[in-house]
């Protein structure tokens, strides 16, 4: 039988005792991602001495992951800096030199789409034939059009009628469809060929909203997302550079890796002191997913050693460590958050928090990356874009699932190839997309080698010589890519879920009884059970708080977004102790 121990402060440490007495903050940050790191290292920055990260991997970074392969880097994860005007994560990588040799063809000042810009994207069908350049444009220009009516519903108010069903995939494909049937102009075949690519159209659109179709995108909360202006850029070098750059001002002993956080027990404020002695712990079947986050090394804690001071947080964590704290700053994916936030809190999230977070959605997009010796494509194609021409009628994205490779909506050719080499990068989102991750890279080299021959035509293109791709939603630790407004949520339910533990307002909401409060085998043997019920009238603030990407209203889905929503819940703490760290302590 394991025990779990209570970090303890050295005796011989004056420093900390001294610290602790004048009421220097514990704050715990869960998860080592771009949200985390930014936090830690703003209250850092800001005079706190006693932050510690816990990330559940074995690396920082998050949903930021850079392989290398040879002399390429290639990116698992967060590929753009979208937008340069006031984008902190331009800022960070432009002043350090990460864009120097980002390219033209890297840039964009345009709408992205996934990896189009220089170049044509070549667009073919089933049959292995190219849909004439004038089609496409015409397509195109008709698609672009009905995409920007969808952003009108919110920026201006109008009102979305029952037919769309407040969905974005269900205006799209109506709006794009009528308007095909009723021009005089185009022939049958040209309509069809059309109405076909509709559906390739929405794959890519799903693929950029993390989404399982766009169906399922909120269309009132659709223009809701904000694009900072500006080009559009990568970095070369790899964007684990920007992480890397935000980890240099934080201590190695502040990151630990390894180490998934089991539970936060908060609304601790009235129970009995920390003390040295935990009982042992019995078997537990809690799920195991936990956050994202850094380096090795722990700084000993301590108790309080005031008898009067209570630790309104206590983090367990899955190798039976308890941490007590003032504050935890929760980094966690929304994947994460909706598959254990039952088991997760204790007590229990408030119902507003809980229905957030059903109601925001997150889904898988995936890379496939495919290295081949030599390119079979032209040196004008930027693209290989696949449209299946039986879907024309079709209403929906799902496929069975020995179909799942239907949603590959294609292959973006990575340039410049003196840097890549020769290789295809495609994309996949959605539940096929979790299919995906449970073949062996073999089975998915020897699908797309086909899907490739059969589009292009061409059956001597030859297998890859190398495959790499990404896993993130059957990953624990995030369990999907990243957040969209899902039809029946808004940018409010992304409020909900940023919005602080306990409700100042309301506690008796945030709150949960006596008996969810810290469990037996975390007490000490001295505290008496009837210690438990919490002062209502010495409630701590801000105990538990909540960045990510997800909790970013105008920014989310974003790197930057998750940036600077760690950055908004340092500053809360930071404002909350104002008057502590002027007065030199």
């Known amino acids: ?187 049958e075949a040209t309509k069809r060929l059309k109405l076909a690519m509709i559906q390739q159209y929405l794959k890519v659109e799903s693929c950029e909203s993390s989404s399982h179709s766009m169906d399922e995108v909120s269309l009132s909360a659709f223009g809701e997302w904000t694009e900072i202006p500006g080009a559009h850029h990568i970095i070369p070098s790899g964007f684990m550079q920007v992480v890397e750059l935000l980890a240099e001002g934080i201590p190695a002993h502040v990151i630990q890796l390894g180490k998934p956080v089991r539970c936060i027990h908060w609304d601790q404020a009235s129970g009995c002191p920390r003390g040295p002695e935990i009982e042992p712990r019995g078997e537990s079947d809690h799920n195991h997913d ?44 929304l994947g994460v958050l909706k598959r254990q936030y039952t ?30 010796e030599e390119p079979f494509w032209g040196p004008e194609c930027n693209s290989l874009q696949f449209v299946w021409e039986d879907e024309a009628e079709s209403r929906t994205l799902t496929y069975p699932p020995e179909l799942w490779y239907r949603k590959i909506c294609g292959f973006d050719v990575l340039y410049p190839p003196e840097r890549y080499g020769h290789v295809l990068s495609g994309w996949i989102c959605g539940e096929e997309a979790l299919l995906m991750e449970k073949c062996d890279d073999e089975a998915v080299a020897e699908i797309c080698t086909e899907m490739l021959r059969q589009f292009t035509g061409n059956p001597n293109i030859p297998k890859p010589r190398r495959i790499l791709r990404s896993a993130w939603g059957s990953n624990p630790y995030f369990r999907g890519s990243y957040s969209y407004t899902q039809v029946g949520s808004s940018g409010a339910d992304v409020e909900k879920l940023a919005k602080p533990l306990p409700y100042t307002e309301s506690s008796k909401t945030a709150q949960g009884s006596s008996s969810e409060q810290l469990p037996g085998h975390l007490l000490s043997s001295k505290c008496p059970e009837q210690s438990l019920e919490p002062n209502r009238g010495s409630i701590k603030p801000m105990q538990v708080l909540f960045s990510g990407e997800a909790t970013h209203r105008k920014y989310y889905s974003t790197t930057h977004g998750a940036l600077l929503s760690g950055q908004r819940e340092a500053a809360r703490l930071i404002e909350m102790y104002r008057d502590l760290f002027q007065q030199g302590t």
């Open 1 to 187: 039988m394991q025990s779990c121990e209570s970090s303890g402060d050295s005796a011989d440490d004056p420093l900390s005792r001294g610290l602790r007495r004048r009421g220097q903050p514990r704050v715990v940050v869960i998860g080592a991602g771009l949200a985390g790191l930014a936090a830690a290292k703003a209250l850092l920055e800001q005079g706190f001495t006693d932050v510690t990260v816990l990330e559940a991997s074995s690396r920082i970074g998050g949903r930021v992951q850079s392989v290398k392969l040879g002399h390429a880097t290639f990116e698992l994860g967060a590929t753009w800096i979208h937008g340069s005007h006031g984008n902190p994560i331009y800022h960070l990588a432009e002043a350090n030199g990460l864009l120097e040799e980002t390219t033209d063809g890297e840039r964009s000042v345009g709408r992205i789409s996934l990896y189009s810009k220089n170049g044509v994207a070549c667009y073919l069908t089933n049959r292995g034939c190219r849909v004439p350049k004038d089609v496409v444009e015409e397509f195109s220009d008709l698609y672009n059009e009905v995409y920007n009516l969808t952003q009108e519903f919110f920026r201006h108010g109008k009102p979305v009628n029952a037919e769309s069903q407040n969905s974005v995939g269900v205006f799209t494909r109506e709006k794009v469809r009528n308007r095909i049937r009723n021009d005089p102009d185009d022939p």
């Open 290 to 333: 936990a956050g994202e986050g850094s380096q090795g090394g722990e700084e000993p804690r301590g108790d309080r050693q005031d008898e009067d001071e209570q630790w309104p947080v206590v983090v367990e964590c899955e190798d039976c460590e308890v941490i007590p704290a003032d504050h935890v700053i929760v980094t966690v994916s």
């Open 343 to 372: 088991s997760f809190f204790r007590p229990s999230l408030p119902a507003e928090k809980v229905a957030a977070i059903h109601r925001l959605g997150i889904g898988t997009t995936d890379k496939i990356f495919l290295e081949f």
